[in-house]
């Protein structure tokens, strides 16, 4: 991960603190997380290799490592990654300090690349490029998955937001500055939202289709099929 949102994940929402804004999620949040997850596990089988980037403190990995005996997860928080190692030590899970966009993987390398929970808004970085370098490290027939929220998701979604604020976790909600899918606060912090018309875009901009799913009425997931000899201009 690169860009200000990515230094904002390092330096201030990294390890305890970020792990301390999934626990306090509302039953609503925790069941969209679960589904997210559950959508990503339903297409892993036990011998492929998975890699997910923007790992964080692990909370995905652990679920991950479960299913498959090959997990490894990227970060840009040193701290965050030291606490995934310790939640998602059981079995082959791997974590590593890397960019998303200019990872160290060689190409063909992983059965599923996995980028859940908006990380391709909330990394900041170029989207297109996160895209294609997900692409070029997953094998022919293999599948990249990202995701982002549903747009009748806001209501719950801006309400976490707003509880992590009161704690303290991000910066007071610009209120006036909030609004179609984006979230500003007032320390410089912004997360925004990617629709299914954006993902299909996205895809075909790197020369890619995609299948569009919306699950749990929270998610919207970008799966693509890399088709054999891919080559991503």
Same mark, same amino acid.
């Given at each position: 991960?690169?860009? &200000? &949102?990515?230094?904002?994940? &390092?330096q =201030? ?13 509302s039953?609503r949040?925790?069941?969209? %997380?679960?589904? +997210?997850i559950? $959508? ?6 036990? *011998?492929?290799?998975?890699? +997910? ?5 692990? =909370?995905?990995?652990?679920? %991950? ?13 040193? #701290? ?15 974590v ?7 990872t160290?993987?060689?190409?063909n390398?992983? !059965?599923?690349?996995?980028?859940i929970?908006?990380?391709i ?8 490029s ?5 692409v070029r ?10 995701s982002?929220?549903? &747009?009748? $998701?806001? @209501? ?13 976790l991000?910066?007071?909600? !610009? +209120? ?5 899918? /984006?979230? /500003? ?5 912004? #997360?925004?939202t990617?629709? @299914? +018309?954006? $993902? ?7 020369g ?6 919306? /699950?749990d *009425?929270?998610?919207?997931?970008? !799966?693509?099929?890399? @088709?054999e ?5």
């Amino acid at each position: 991960m690169v860009g &200000a &949102a990515t230094g904002y994940y &390092a330096q =201030r929402l990294a390890a305890e603190r970020l792990r301390t804004v999934y626990a306090i999620a509302s039953p609503r949040i925790r069941q969209y %997380l679960n589904a +997210e997850i559950h $959508f990503v596990l339903e297409r892993i089988q036990p *011998d492929d290799r998975v890699l +997910e980037l923007g790992c964080g403190y692990g =909370r995905v990995l652990a679920r %991950l490592a479960s299913a498959t005996k090959r997990v490894f997860g990227i970060d840009t928080s040193l #701290a965050s990654l030291q606490l995934a190692g310790r939640i998602a030590g059981a079995g082959y899970c791997r974590v590593a300090l890397m960019n998303a966009v200019q990872t160290a993987f060689k190409s063909n390398c992983f !059965d599923m690349t996995v980028c859940i929970q908006n990380g391709i808004s909330a990394f900041g970085v170029d989207q297109r490029s996160l895209l294609k370098e997900a692409v070029r490290i997953t094998r022919s027939g293999g599948t990249v998955l990202f995701s982002s929220y549903a &747009a009748d $998701f806001w @209501p719950h979604r801006l309400d976490w937001f707003r509880a992590q604020a009161e704690q303290g976790l991000v910066g007071e909600i !610009d +209120e006036a500055a909030t609004g179609n899918g /984006v979230i /500003v606060c007032k320390d410089g912090f912004k #997360a925004t939202t990617v629709g @299914p +018309e954006d $993902f299909r875009f996205l895809a075909a901009d790197v020369g890619l289709s995609a299948t569009i799913t919306t /699950v749990d *009425d929270s998610s919207v997931f970008c !799966d693509i099929a890399v @088709p054999e000899g891919i080559e991503t201009a």
